[in-house]
């Protein structure tokens, strides 16, 4: 066994990590079968320069999830089964803002005939932002998710409702020689949650959208339920880069994680049309909004420009916002609370063998 | 039918061990990185022009560099490496560095084929950098690579950034363990004085339960930089006197010249050429007590178009860090603290501080030993791999023996 050499540095928050009281805000999205391939196919299924023994493959009912979730207890329990090899006593416990945009996959077992057997439903999560750098380096070097560093406010108001999401990175807002990268806003959400909806209504009005709601509630445990196993697997792709070749990997692989949403309460849905969602034109984010979400911008097209209702600040740190503004439909949206496990079951598939 | 390891051995070249054969490159090759859309790393070697540059040294225990070289680079048997990490005699001493970056941009000539714009015309990086810098020697461990092995490399056992990018770029493709931090540096209480601090995430007690919140890591103050009449002792007990003595100043050199690194660091004062080191592994997802990938890495900053040097007087810098919760861990690596946290400030004394303005390349960046990685689920286990020669000894490799790691290294 090679034995990590943990320091201060590398103590990541290890797995299993639990979130107590998770508030969840999640937002489904139409988007077009090429975008939902695309991932599977550039990450998933190609040589590398071995084929893995597994094709993943889109959903032919066309929605994913836009995933915003507020953690005030996130923390880890490795310490409780073995002796802590990651961070030391007491240093387990944080909060945290995390967004990701995820679907639910077919991962098909591929024979060395090709034939393709035992199928199971996987998510991915192609696109993921964290606002606290600590459990950013553990999504990254653990989990395999590639998240990005951000700044995210969620304000959730009652009397009057309100429901504001801003979510902001360093970025470039054209590639140019002379661009100074600096914290460019990436996203705005907002919606009044107090104007709820009733689910089947909401499903009628979208072609596919309750087979993809079943998938979804297959994997969460409504508090109550007498069915407490709710495992819902993702599968990321776990690389590193070679220390000066940009294209080559030194370790890639597939990973299996697995979340279990428990005691989910308070669940509320409501009309996508009224949500207001935006996503702002970056060229740091245009091929993230091109390849995920099918969203283009011509540099000299005519679009709604900056944050609706002004520009606003993140955690006191001045965000550019002068950006083309790209709406984006939202079908349906729900929230609700939870406690969430999230674990790591096994490596799928270790390539470059 | 021969056996695979039989048929290497056959297949040896003429008076070649077969130990040589395991010092070639094995284990998987060839792995393309999967480019996602939204990733931010910029690749190497990187040009920063300009840059500030605040430095303060003080003693260090020795005793806590080569702790750090056990168990950070002496890993497995001297035998199995090839090569000890030990603290640099003639400069028992940690620098802290303040470097404010107004340009960061990418420097590779090739092309990246993973987007539209090549990377070094998409835009300019600026930040600020902290780390603390301990010199210490890589030995060959025979008689010929004790020779054109021996290097003396910069270990940064800690290293913190302003910018998210920066931060993944060192701690995913460099082997540096970049953490993410608020740093705040500028003019201090005068003028022409420096003013720095630090703030990172941290538990404030190790009570079970207690929330992670940005703690204050690190605060420096200066006066003004020498000659100033703003100091508290007569500047000419202060250590920017020694550079004004002849015989002082070719003391100095002298030693410099008999350490035989005076191309690499001049002491340690102001670097040329600093090469640093650093380990560069990633755990296994599930049993995360093992790597997956280990290996010792060394790039190059080569300073250039020094100007603008200036000393401050030691006796009037603050250096005062903060032995407080999760921080004790940090600080026990280059600080005497104790074994649990006095939940006080540790005040540094400095020997000597100074500012520079320098163009600083980014560059040579080469894993120089892959440790073994054994693995599961019926996967062949990996090899040491090693690419050990001093760089004064890379042009002329092959004279001493048998090249070896031939492409897994850029040149």
Not at chain 1, 25 to 41: I, S
């Amino acid at each position: 066994m090679t034995r990590f050499v943990p320091n201060f540095s590398t103590n990541e928050l290890l797995p299993p990590w639990v979130s107590i009281g998770a508030r969840n805000w999640v937002f489904a999205l139409k988007v077009k079968h090429k975008n939902l391939q695309g991932y599977l196919d550039s990450h998933f299924n190609c040589g590398a320069p071995d084929v893995a023994p597994f094709y993943y493959e889109a959903f032919e009912y066309p929605y994913g999830l836009l995933r915003v979730t507020k953690h005030d207890n996130f923390s880890s329990r490795h310490g409780e089964q073995s002796d802590s090899l990651g961070a030391g006593p007491g240093m387990h416990t944080l909060s945290k803002i995390d967004m990701n945009w995820a679907y639910p996959v077919q991962r098909w077992r591929v024979s060395p005939d090709n034939f393709r057997y035992d199928r199971q439903v996987v998510w991915v999560e192609p696109m993921a932002f964290d606002n606290n750098s600590y459990s950013m380096f553990s999504s990254r070097e653990i989990w395999g998710t590639e998240v990005d560093m951000a700044r995210i406010s969620l304000v959730e108001e009652t009397h009057p409702g309100r429901l504001h999401i801003d979510v902001a990175m360093q970025g470039l807002q054209t590639f140019t020689p002379k661009s100074i990268s600096h914290l460019i806003g990436v996203l705005h959400i907002e919606m009044d949650p107090e104007v709820s909806s009733d689910l089947l209504t909401e499903l009628e009005k979208h072609p596919g959208l309750a087979e993809f709601m079943g998938v979804l509630f297959s994997s969460i445990g409504l508090k109550g339920s007498p069915n407490t196993i709710h495992n819902s697997e993702v599968n990321t792709l776990k690389q590193f880069r070679d220390v000066f070749n940009m294209q080559v990997a030194v370790y890639r692989a597939i990973i299996a994680p697995r979340t279990n949403q428990s005691n989910v309460t308070d669940m509320v849905f409501y009309d996508g049309s009224k949500v207001e969602l935006d996503f702002m034109w970056s060229q740091t984010m245009a091929e993230a909004l091109n390849d995920f979400f099918d969203l283009h911008y011509q540099l000299d097209g005519k679009r709604s420009m900056g944050h609706p209702g002004g520009a606003d600040d993140i955690d006191g740190n001045k965000v550019d916002w002068s950006l083309p503004r790209l709406r984006k439909d939202v079908v349906l949206a729900a929230s609700f609370t939870s406690d969430i496990t999230y674990d790591v079951t096994g490596t799928l598939h270790t390539y470059g063998n | 039918m021969p056996t695979l390891p039989e048929l290497k051995t056959r297949l040896l070249p003429m008076g070649a061990l077969p130990h040589e054969d395991a010092r070639m490159i094995t284990g998987p090759q060839n792995i393309p990185f999967a480019q996602s859309s939204s990733s931010e790393q910029v690749p190497p070697p990187y040009h920063f022009p300009g840059v500030t540059v605040n430095a303060f040294v003080w003693p260090v225990n020795i005793d806590r560099v080569q702790t750090y070289c056990d168990q950070t680079f002496n890993l497995g048997t001297e035998e199995e490496r090839g090569f000890v990490y030990r603290p640099a005699p003639f400069w028992p001493y940690a620098t802290l560095l303040f470097l404010e970056y107004p340009i960061m941009i990418s420097s590779n000539p090739l092309p990246q084929d993973i987007g539209e714009v090549p990377y070094s015309d998409r835009g300019i990086i600026s930040q600020t950098e902290v780390f603390v810098a301990l010199p210490v020697i890589r030995y060959g461990t025979n008689p010929v690579t004790m020779v054109t092995e021996t290097s003396l490399e910069w270990a940064l056992p800690f290293i913190v950034v302003g910018n998210p990018m920066s931060s993944v770029c060192g701690r995913e493709m460099l082997g540096l363990g970049k953490l993410l931090a608020d740093i705040e540096t500028g003019v201090g209480w005068y003028p022409n004085s420096f003013e720095g601090s630090i703030k990172l995430p941290g538990w404030p007690n190790l009570e079970p339960g207690t929330q992670m919140r940005d703690m204050e890591f690190v605060h420096v103050r200066t006066n003004p930089v020498l000659p100033t009449f703003r100091t508290s002792q007569s500047p000419k007990q202060s250590l920017s006197t020694l550079f004004e003595s002849r015989e002082a100043s070719f003391a100095i050199e002298e030693a410099a010249s008999l350490s035989n690194f005076v191309a690499d660091a001049s002491l340690g004062m102001i670097p040329t050429n600093m090469r640093t080191v650093g380990l560069k592994q990633y755990r296994d997802a599930v049993h995360t007590d093992r790597a997956v990938y280990q290996s010792i890495v060394t790039c190059r900053a080569r300073y250039s178009n020094l100007d603008k040097f200036k000393m401050y007087d030691e006796e009037d810098v603050q250096i005062e860090f903060s032995d407080r919760g999760s921080f004790n861990e940090i600080l026990q690596v280059f600080l005497d603290v104790g074994p649990t946290p006095s939940n006080e400030s540790f005040r540094v004394k400095p020997i000597a501080g100074y500012r520079f303005e320098a163009d600083i390349d980014y560059d040579q960046m080469r894993v120089i030993h892959s440790f073994p990685i054994d693995r599961e689920d019926g996967l062949p286990p990996i090899p040491a791999q090693s690419d050990l020669d001093a760089n004064w000894a890379r042009s002329i490799k092959g004279f001493f023996g048998p090249l070896r790691h031939p492409m897994r290294n850029a040149e």
